[in-house]
Each structure stands twice: as C-alpha cells, then as structure tokens.
C-alpha cells in the first residue's frame, strides 16, 4: 500500500515559469492538504481539498496559486509566474474521511521547489 | 486553534530516555494531543496522539494531565536515528481540520 506520493521531489524553475506540483493521496483516502514550508520553520497550512471540491484554502495566497483534486488523477497545486521568495518545501498530505483520522495524517515526501 | 509552545531545541545522548514538553492552554474539550516527527527532507511522520493520561505505543509514550493544559512525549533509550524535529499539535480530530504546526523541538541525540 503505497503512501502519499509527491512529485517531483525537486523542481527547478526560473522567475515567472509556472510550477506544477502533484500528489497521490493514500488508497481510500478522500481528503489531502497542502503544506508550505520554509527553511527552518514550521510547516504551513495552504489548502484542504477533497474530491472535486476546496473546503478550505484560508492559508492560500490569493494571487498566483491554485490547487484542485480532481474526480480523477492526483491533487495539483499550481503556481503560476514564481518568484524567488516562493522556493520551499511542498508537503501534501492525506487522510481518511473526517471521523477516522485516528492514526493521524499521512505526509508525503514533499516537492522542493527551487526559484532561480 | 489551540497555540502550542515546546522548547526550540533539544540534546540528549544514545540510550538516554527524552521527555519533551508541549503546552496548549488553551486546549478545547474536543481537541485531541498529536505529536509528529520530522527527519530532514522528509514530511512529517505521525508518532502518538491522546486525549487523556497515557498512550503508549512501541515508538513513544505521551503522558497528558487531567487539566490537559500540556503534554509530555516520551521517547525511551533514544538513539542517533531519534534526531530529527518533533511537532506537538492539537486540534479536532473528528472536524476534518487542517493541522496547524508551531516551530517544533529539534532533539539532537550525541553518540
């Protein structure tokens, strides 16, 4: 049973490229979140998605970043024209649906995105 | 959301038992104590989560007061491995809520 898979891990893009960072949650799990973090700090909640719908993105910037989880296929948070101070580590995460989330929250590896 | 507060850092030696300590005063009736643990370049790894007293699983144990306003993970006989950053979080397991990460422990096991 595989876990959350991320991918890429690492991703190079230069200032206004757009960045696409994909995630597979759990089997059997309908619920993944995006996590943000910088070097040596916390992670920070971005977004939390469930199948075709954003439950809460309070933790979005509300320019240049988007995501969505799809009927079919991995969640995908997209950056659009980066800038340098969006370089970080990407986490996603998945759960179980709401009730069940007894063992926790499963993380995935992370994408690190690099703006040069 | 319940604020947690741990110590920044942490050192211990191999074989030594480790307490880290988390305080949420403002802890809600619902909320539940979660602790992850994060190596460099990996996402966090859920280690033990309890609501009341002691949870003991074969990784740590999480000991928790009645007023519930702080927690203690404990890691027993730790080794170099154990180095890593430790989160403690609290919030409604049963809400569907995103967790909110603090700044963490950063233990270091010396050999």
């Known amino acids: 049973n595989a876990g959350v898979m991320q991918n890429p891990r690492h991703l190079v893009r230069r200032r206004g490229q757009e960045a696409r960072l994909r995630c597979s949650p759990m089997k059997g799990h309908s619920h993944v979140y995006w996590y943000r973090q910088l070097p040596e700090e916390g992670l920070k909640f971005m977004v939390y998605?469930?199948?075709?719908?954003?439950?809460?993105e309070s933790g979005m910037p509300k320019e240049r970043f988007s995501a969505e989880f799809p009927k079919e296929g991995p969640s995908i948070l997209r950056i659009q024209q980066v800038v340098r101070g969006d370089s970080a580590a990407y986490f996603c995460?998945?759960?179980?649906?709401?009730?069940?989330?007894?063992?926790?929250?499963?993380f995935g590896s992370g994408t690190r995105l690099t703006v040069v | 959301l319940a604020k947690t507060t741990q110590p920044i850092s942490m050192d211990s030696y191999e074989g030594q038992e480790v307490n880290i300590t988390c305080s949420h005063n403002?802890?809600?009736?619902?909320?539940?104590i979660t602790w992850y643990q994060q190596f460099p370049s990996q996402g966090p790894r859920f280690i033990i989560q309890g609501y009341k007293t002691k949870v003991t699983n074969e990784v740590a144990s999480l000991f928790i007061p009645a007023d519930r306003k702080s927690s203690t993970l404990s890691l027993p006989r730790v080794s170099l491995s154990d180095t890593a950053v430790y989160y403690c979080?609290?919030?409604?397991?049963?809400?569907?809520?995103?967790?909110?990460f603090g700044g963490g422990t950063r233990l270091m096991v010396k050999p």
């Open positions: 979080l609290v919030g409604d397991r049963d809400a569907g809520n995103m967790l909110t």
């Open positions: 403002n802890i809600a009736t619902n909320d539940y």
């Open positions: 998605l469930q199948k075709e719908n954003i439950i809460d």
């Open positions: 995460a998945s759960s179980p649906t709401t009730g069940e989330t007894n063992y926790g929250y499963t």
